[in-house]
């Protein structure tokens, strides 16, 4: 798999005969079309007797999957496959109106993407779910108009056309069970004011250069939660840097009158700890504490991005660990980065991350899908290349 991948193994049961797990690992394209239909050169599939996809438009040997055109004519991808392999089984089925040989049905999800709207309106969450490991379905959660503080997800869905009433769905989870189990998790996890994988910045774009680039790096985006304990400790702190990369978990101390902030650190089972991100800018350190204080981000905000490999070591020790090693943004913070790869998932970027009741929780992660994207494609190649 390219994005997910649970460390404490899987939790797995059998719901209406399918295999289903919360966060588990299956093969990078263990997915199959068991049901098909089409009408006017458009299909409808389903994905391991689990997902639909609709409005699936056929133009020739060209397969489109369902998008979202904005009032401003602006188009949004419904659904993103993450591996050649699984687009490429659904095509082939639609294209052939066959459905997969081999039918699957084992699913299991990850929860990739979730942060707040920031605006009044039932929309309150963007999210994205990755199932299976090798296709991500955005959703949205959104409040009930009636009830203040109940909440209910939103799925891809079209307005109506001419003739038709109501919105239509574009894709559903048509496993009852399935669909209550991933619900519950996505309204939990908007809930607890989590994030996890990318943030929606999809309004935002950054230009990303591969190279040293001596310009700084701004907060963009600043959060704060409470928590406080004998050690002086009196809350938890998340920051954004040009709108690219997030830090979450940053220890925020009182002492002797002064604020304090500690980066999140790897703590090993011996108790010794490691850092996973330094900051080599005193004036960058400055602004994060400011911005921390204050609740307020910088007042000029930067959406420029230089990347390097600063290092960059095979793991001696084997396992599913590769490769180790950091990435330096704007020549001024550098962050720890892992090349997970194994028999049944394709190799991909493991950021900074702590297990949590079972889970592993983003700590310090790009915030940006085009971030991400452009960061991990260098990164993986350079595992290719050298492995």
């Excluded at 602004?287 to 959406?303: D, F, L, N």
């Amino acid at each position: 798999m390219k994005k997910i991948l649970n460390l404490s193994g899987i939790l797995a049961g059998t719901l209406a005969g399918i295999m289903f797990s919360l966060a588990g690992t299956l093969a990078a394209g263990e997915i199959s079309v068991t049901n098909i239909r089409i009408a006017d050169n458009t299909a409808t599939v389903e994905i391991n007797n689990v997902i639909e996809i609709k409005d699936i438009e056929i133009d020739g040997k060209k397969v489109v999957f369902p998008y979202y055109k904005s009032s401003s004519g602006k188009i949004y991808t419904q659904i993103t496959f993450l591996t050649d392999e699984s687009r490429k089984i659904v095509e082939t089925a639609v294209l052939n109106n066959k459905n997969t040989p081999k039918a699957i049905k084992k699913i299991n999800y990850k929860i990739t993407e979730m942060s707040p709207s920031g605006k009044e309106g039932t929309v309150k969450g963007f999210a994205a779910v990755v199932f299976n490991g090798v296709f991500e379905v955005q959703c949205k959660v959104m409040e009930s108009s009636r009830t203040k503080g109940e909440y209910w997800i939103a799925w891809p869905a079209r307005a109506p056309e001419k003739g038709e009433k109501g919105w239509k769905d574009q894709v559903a989870i048509t496993n009852p069970k399935v669909k209550r189990i991933v619900e519950d998790s996505l309204i939990k996890k908007y809930k607890s004011g989590g994030s996890s994988g990318v943030s929606k910045n999809t309004d935002v774009n950054i230009e990303i250069i591969n190279k040293t680039l001596i310009e700084p790096l701004t907060v963009t985006a600043v959060s704060f939660k409470d928590r406080k304990d004998e050690t002086g400790l009196i809350g938890l702190a998340s920051v954004d840097l040009n709108y690219s990369f997030r830090i979450n978990d940053i220890k925020v101390y009182s002492k002797l009158g002064q604020t304090l902030i500690e980066m999140p650190k790897y703590v090993s089972s011996s108790g010794s700890e490691y850092d996973q991100i330094r900051i080599f800018d005193s004036i960058l350190r400055k602004k994060i504490k400011a911005a921390i204080e204050t609740r307020t981000p910088s007042q000029i905000k930067s959406q420029r991005l230089g990347y390097v490999i600063t290092n960059f070591e095979k793991n001696k020790w084997g396992g599913s660990i590769k490769y180790k090693g950091a990435v330096t943004l704007n020549d001024a913070v550098e962050i720890q980065f892992k090349i997970i790869d194994g028999k049944t998932y394709d190799a991909f970027v493991a950021w900074p991350s702590l297990q949590e009741k079972g889970e592993y929780v983003d700590k310090i992660f790009p915030c940006n899908k085009e971030v991400k994207k452009v960061i991990e494609s260098t990164l993986k190649k350079r595992y290719y290349e050298e492995d």
